[in-house]
C-alpha cells in the first residue's frame, strides 16, 4: 500500500505557522502508521491462510487448526477464518492491495459477502474506476451486487430476501435455489427461515421441503432467548446511541435507565415455560389456548390448583 494520498487540506485558516509545521509533522507520521496498520493486517491475512492450507494439505484437522491459531497466535478461530477469506479476496485483485483500507477488506472479505454472486464484478467496476474502496463503498459494493443475484421466478420476494439476509447459510447454489422456487410461497419463507435459525442446513430443507419438529422444550427456550437478546438490545441501543450533550445530565441518563431496566424486567415476565396440563402437545389445550407454553406465574398458578 501506498501512504494514503494527501488531500490538499487549506492550511490558510490556521494562522499559526508554527502550529502548521507541527501539524504537517504529524500528519506524515500518522499516514506512515495507517499504511504499516493496513500492510501489517494483509500480511497476517496471508499468513493465516498459508498456515490453513498447511494444516489441510497435511490432513491436520481444520479443529486442529482452529486449537493452533488460538494457543499459538492469539487469534480467535473466527477471526482466523476471515483472515484466510480477506488473504482469497486479495488474490482475486492482484495488484490491488492499496485500493482497499482495513474496514472494506474486513466487510468484502467476510465469507458471506464472498459467497454472494456478482460480488468480484462489482468491486472490479469499483477498481476499473480507480476509486479507493472504503467501508462506505464497500456496502454499496455489496447492495449492488445483491440487486444483480438472478432470481428464478418462482422464488417469491420474501425468500429471496432472507436468503441475502445471510447468504453464506445458504451456501447460495443455483440449483437449490430452483429447487426452493418450486414450493408455495409460505413454504419457501419457511424454509429460508429454518435455514436462518440453524434448525437445518439449506440443503436438508430443499430435500424435505419440511421444517423439523421443535419439541415445545426447544420452542420455548428459543422464544426465551429472543425476549432475553431483545431485553439486552433495548440497553446496548441506549448505551450506545443517546448523544454526550450538555443537556442530558446523569441524573437523566441514570433515570432513563432505569426505565429500561423496569422494561426489561416486564418483558421478562413473559418468558415461557412448557405448558402443564397438555405439556405442550395439545391444540385445544385450554390452559395454555394451544400455544404449548405459559408464563412463569401462569404456569406456578396451573401447578397449584
Ligand atoms: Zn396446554
Redesign the pocket.
Known amino acids: 500500500m501506498n501512504l494514503p494520498a494527501k488531500s490538499d487540506y487549506d492550511y490558510s485558516a490556521i494562522d499559526n505557522p508554527q502550529l502548521v509545521a507541527v501539524l504537517q509533522g504529524y500528519a506524515d507520521k500518522i499516514r506512515t502508521s495507517v499504511k504499516k496498520t493496513f500492510d501489517g493486517a494483509v500480511e497476517m491475512s496471508r499468513s493465516v491462510r498459508d498456515v490453513r492450507n498447511l494444516f489441510r494439505e497435511s490432513s491436520v484437522s481444520d479443529q486442529e487448526f482452529r486449537r493452533w491459531i488460538s494457543f499459538c497466535c492469539g487469534i480467535s478461530p473466527s477471526q482466523a477464518y476471515i483472515c484466510c477469506t480477506t488473504a482469497d479476496l486479495l488474490d482475486e485483485f492482484p495488484g490491488y492491495d492499496e485500493y482497499f483500507n482495513i474496514s472494506s477488506l474486513r466487510t468484502l472479505g467476510s465469507l458471506t459477502t464472498r459467497r454472494l454472486p456478482g460480488i468480484n464484478e462489482e468491486i472490479q467496476r469499483s477498481l476499473d474506476r480507480k476509486q479507493k474502496i472504503d467501508h462506505k463503498e464497500a456496502k454499496e459494493i455489496i447492495s449492488r451486487a445483491k440487486k444483480t443475484v438472478k432470481w428464478p421466478p418462482a422464488v417469491c420476494n420474501e425468500a429471496q430476501q432472507l436468503v441475502l439476509s445471510d447468504i453464506g447459510r445458504f451456501d447460495y447454489d443455483q440449483d437449490l435455489i430452483s429447487q426452493l422456487g418450486e414450493y408455495d410461497d409460505e413454504v419457501q419463507v419457511d424454509l429460508c427461515r429454518s435455514v436462518l435459525r440453524d434448525m437445518q442446513t439449506f440443503e436438508q430443507a430443499i430435500a424435505t421441503g419440511e421444517v423439523p419438529f421443535t419439541t415445545p422444550e426447544e420452542a420455548c427456550r428459543t422464544e426465551n432467548q429472543r425476549i432475553e437478546d431483545a431485553c439486552r438490545a433495548l440497553m446496548r441501543i441506549f448505551n450506545k446511541t443517546v448523544p454526550q450533550s450538555v443537556l442530558l445530565d446523569n441524573q437523566t441518563i441514570e433515570s432513563a435507565r432505569g426505565a429500561i431496566r423496569n422494561a426489561q424486567e416486564t418483558l421478562k415476565m413473559a418468558k415461557g415455560k412448557v405448558?402443564p396440563?397438555?405439556d405442550?402437545l395439545?391444540d385445544s389445550?385450554k390452559?395454555?389456548e394451544?400455544i404449548?407454553r405459559?408464563t412463569a406465574m401462569r404456569h406456578s398458578q396451573l401447578k397449584l390448583r
Open positions: 405448558c396440563r397438555c405442550g395439545d389445550c390452559a395454555c394451544g404449548g405459559v
